[in-house]
């Protein structure tokens, strides 16, 4: 049976993993792949490295975490942050990454995505979109999200369903969605978002922001119709291990590689 | 078993997809590689890994530009172990419906066709591949140590379709059951990423270079 994946998410800023785990006995805890091993050991679907490097003079850095991640972890892994052109994918994918996540450029340039998706297949393309709802949509319509970019900090007036289709219909792969009301806030992906996305569209949908226990993956999963979710902090902190977690979406009949 | 030594792998660089992981994956259980689009490397390898991920045509056209075509069915005709992973199993067969038809290499007599119906594509995830039950013994030598219905990963839209049924060594379900590995004697074929898929993956490219080893004794 074809399965739901479980994917953790790894910031990586200047080379070094920001947010920790407590793993032990790992030789170096901040080397984001030494943290993807340990991951890939514990049987996760897929890997995501999210690169907060502000200088794009270190970005060189994130390159030599890619070429080795790469030769150690043979599991699928995406990179995304910073991608601005079809140079940058090209130097990401030919470094050993399977994916590259575009956001911002994806917005600003959406022929980088047909171009991107035409050069090097559709399901290398993997587009982010940061979501959140709409205040001035009363209680008794329908919620209505905002695309945003610059890493939640620009609001672009794009409707997030509308722009989830035209991703798809430019030759994206699969859709990375946040909601950035609830990133961090533990309370749960935002459902509504997931499953209205996940309904429009025709390709994967990884849910994102939001995740506090494993109750919440289920749900994205199942109410969300979620193809795929993301969680960071929950398996950075080691509150949870990949391991009980796909234990628990199998106990709950959610199809799961173990 | 087979001597433990370290056959050569070349595996075939024709522009498309990073053949970073394939190639580590390889030498990690035991072969050595060379990473290549010269002809001359591919025939002197032991054995060939075909990888590839992305459109088909491309590949096709990749394959010309390179003047690889020849190189490919010389090291059929000799019957040198070969695998094809994900594109490089589909451009082995006769067309793709890929941008209309689409020819391919015509190894194998057959054809790719796209997903279609209830089902999200690209297929991208993890399947189980159910290993067909009275397969060839070159197939059972490639599935040594793999589980029947074990996870491997996938990521592709199209599906290969061979004409000779006997030929398929693995199905897999997606919207309806296709064939995610095929073997016809000393060629190989599987539509999922062995180099992606763990443990279980690397057992698969393990058991190629035993394949090799094999052959050669």
């Known amino acids: 049976?074809?399965?739901?994946?479980?994917?953790?998410?790894?910031?990586?800023?200047?080379?070094?993993?920001?947010?920790?785990?407590?793993?032990?006995?790992?030789r170096d805890a901040g080397s984001p792949t030494e943290q993807a091993k340990v991951y890939s050991n514990e049987n996760a679907d897929e890997l995501v490295f999210l690169d907060i490097t502000a200088s794009s003079d270190h970005r060189k850095?994130?390159?030599?975490?890619?070429?080795?991640?790469?030769?150690?972890?043979?599991?699928?892994f995406t990179v995304g942050g910073g991608i601005r052109n079809i140079e940058d994918i090209r130097t990401l994918l030919h470094?050993?990454?399977?994916?590259?996540?575009?956001?911002?450029?994806?917005?600003?340039?959406?022929?980088?995505?047909?171009d991107a998706s035409w050069e090097f297949g559709s399901q290398c393309i993997v587009v982010a979109i940061d979501a959140k709802r709409k205040k001035s949509v009363t209680s008794n319509q329908n919620p209505e999200w905002e695309v945003y970019t610059y890493g939640g900090r620009k609001p672009t007036g794009i409707d997030v369903v509308e722009w989830a289709r035209e991703v798809e219909s430019l030759g994206a792969g699969e859709i990375l969605l946040t909601s950035m009301?609830?990133?961090?806030?533990?309370?749960?992906?935002?459902?509504?978002?997931?499953?209205?996305v996940s309904e429009a569209v025709n390709i994967p949908v990884?849910?994102?922001?939001?995740?506090?226990?494993?109750e919440h993956l289920y749900d994205g999963l199942t109410l969300g119709k979620a193809d795929?979710?993301?969680?960071?902090?929950?398996?950075?902190?080691?509150?949870?291990?990949i391991k009980q977690t796909k234990q628990y979406l199998k106990d709950k009949g959610i199809p799961i590689r173990l | 078993m087979s001597p433990s030594k370290s056959p050569l792998i070349a595996v075939v660089d024709y522009g498309l997809g990073n053949l970073r992981s394939v190639s580590k994956a390889l030498e990690l259980t035991g072969a050595e590689v060379i990473v290549s689009s010269k002809p001359k490397d591919l025939l002197s390898a032991s054995g060939v890994v075909f990888p590839g991920v992305g459109a088909f045509y491309r590949?096709?056209?990749?394959?010309?530009?390179?003047?690889?075509?020849?190189?490919?069915?010389?090291i059929i005709k000799e019957g040198k172990p070969f695998l094809g992973i994900c594109l490089g199993l589909q451009l082995l067969f006769t067309f793709s419906w890929e941008h209309g038809d689409t020819k391919g290499l015509d190894i194998i007599e057959g054809r790719v066709k796209r997903f279609e119906g209830n089902v999200k594509v690209p297929h991208m995830g993890w399947n189980q591949v159910k290993q067909t039950q009275d397969s060839s013994p070159k197939t059972k030598d490639l599935f040594q140590g793999i589980p029947d219905n074990s996870y491997f990963y996938f990521v592709h839209s199209y599906f290969v379709v061979p004409k000779d049924k006997s030929l398929i060594a693995a199905t897999t379900e997606y919207g309806g059951e296709f064939t995610s590995c095929v073997c016809k004697e000393n060629i190989f074929g599987v539509q999922f990423h062995p180099e992606k898929s763990g443990p279980l993956g690397l057992q698969i490219l393990k058991n190629f270079i035993d394949i090799i080893n094999d052959s050669q004794t």
């Open chain 1, 206 to 214: 990884i849910a994102s922001g939001g995740v506090g226990k494993l």
């Open chain 1, 181 to 196: 009301d609830r990133d961090g806030t533990k309370e749960g992906y935002d459902l509504e978002l997931t499953r209205s």
């Open chain 2, 59 to 74: 590949g096709m056209e990749n394959l010309r530009e390179r003047k690889l075509n020849s190189a490919l069915f010389k």
């Open chain 1, 1 to 26: 049976m074809f399965s739901k994946r479980i994917i953790p998410c790894l910031d990586v800023k200047d080379g070094r993993v920001v947010k920790g785990i407590n793993f032990v006995n790992l």
């Open chain 1, 228 to 241: 795929a979710v993301l969680a960071a902090s929950i398996f950075h902190y080691g509150e949870y291990s």
């Open chain 1, 95 to 114: 470094a050993g990454a399977d994916k590259v996540s575009i956001n911002t450029a994806a917005v600003e340039n959406p022929k980088l995505v047909k």
């Open chain 1, 61 to 76: 850095t994130m390159l030599e975490v890619v070429k080795a991640t790469a030769e150690q972890v043979f599991i699928p």
